[in-house]
């Protein structure tokens, strides 16, 4: 839905990051398999390729695998 309001108002190849949520995507290997799953989602979606998408992991969720205050 986010994508749908806003495609009106950006220009092609506007680039856009994606992340994971890490509350949502859980810790660790969870967390994984949930950026393996979003990545997997924004390469199918038709709607997606208008754009400069990168799908990126929180690196600091990754090292400290989640503990809060790292």
Known sequence: ALLGDL???LPP???IVLQP?????GNCDCYVRFLEWLTTTVLRDP???AYDV???PQLHYLLWK???GK
């Open 66 to 68: 989640g503990v809060a």
């Open 54 to 56: 990168r799908v990126l």
């Open 13 to 15: 190849s506007t680039p």
């Open 47 to 49: 709607a997606w390729r």
């Open 21 to 25: 949520e890490s509350g949502r995507a």
């Open 7 to 9: 495609a009106g108002d």
